[in-house]
T-cell receptor
Framework: AQSVTQLGSHVSVSEGALVLLRCNYSSSVPPYLFWYVQYPNQGLQLLLKYTSAATLVKGINGFEAEFKKSETSFHLTKPSAHMSDAAEYFCAVSKGSAGGTSYGKLTFGQGTILTVHP | DAGVIQSPRHEVTEMGQEVTLRCKPISGHDYLFWYRQTMMRGLELLIYFNNNVPIDDSGMPEDRFSAKMPNASFSTLKIQPSEPRDSAVYFC????????????FGSGTRLTVV
């Protein structure tokens, strides 16, 4: 079974500061990992995904995440926060394979609300 | 591509009434998922389909909930009878397989049962 734990339900940063949102996963097989963002009253939007290729994954809006197998982590970072980054962020895991085939459902973490102060 | 289309966006209904939520996935996607989001429980997977076949419905709360996917371009989630505790935002998502895996979510249906 797969699961994810997002450390910190709320993170607050100043505009221009580093954004770091933490995600640790548990998986019995090599995982695929994802970060999604949800703005108020909207659906979830894919930021980036790791599918067993490069361990450093770059996504949209300047975000990136690094897969660290030894730490079972997939933390999301952005060098400089912008007011428009304020949203809720979800880490998710699914089964994956070295052949590039994914299986079934995504399991989501509980989400981290990012607040950006002027 | 218009993305995943859900209807209605908002639904207010009285307890005991039947509610039907609709979803049109992205053309060519062979996975379809129904999720429910609440403040208390976060995102919960209710059911998912692969090539129109239900694969895992273990998240469906009880017999009051049912989901169908009669063809590759349409799915419904039905609640009968509805209860106040069903109030939530219901999301549909679709995905391709293999290297194209990665959900695209619809905008959701906000259901309020009074």
């Amino acid at each position: 079974a797969q699961s994810v734990t997002q450390l910190g339900s709320h993170v607050s940063v100043s505009e221009g500061a580093l954004v770091l949102l933490r995600c640790n996963y548990s998986s019995s097989v090599p995982p695929y990992l994802f970060w999604y963002v949800q703005y108020p009253n909207q659906g979830l939007q894919l930021l980036l995904k790791y599918t067993s290729a490069a361990t450093l994954v770059k996504g949209i809006n300047g975000f990136e995440a690094e897969f660290k197998k030894s730490e079972t982590s997939f933390h999301l970072t952005k060098p400089s926060a912008h007011m428009s980054d304020a949203a809720e962020y979800f880490c998710a895991v699914s089964k994956g394979s070295a052949g590039g085939t994914s299986y079934g459902k995504l399991t989501f973490g509980q989400g981290t609300i990012l607040t950006v102060h002027p | 591509d218009a993305g995943v289309i859900q209807s209605p966006r908002h639904e207010v209904t009285e307890m005991g009434q039947e509610v039907t939520l609709r979803c049109k996935p992205i053309s060519g996607h062979d996975y379809l998922f129904w999720y429910r989001q609440t403040m208390m429980r976060g995102l919960e997977l209710l059911i998912y389909f692969n090539n129109n076949v239900p694969i895992d419905d273990s998240g469906m709360p009880e017999d009051r909930f049912s989901a169908k996917m009669p063809n590759a371009s349409f799915s419904t989630l039905k609640i009968q009878p509805s209860e106040p505790r069903d109030s939530a935002v219901y999301f549909c998502a679709s995905s391709g397989g293999g290297r194209n895996y990665g959900y695209t979510f619809g905008s959701g249906t906000r259901l309020t049962v009074v």
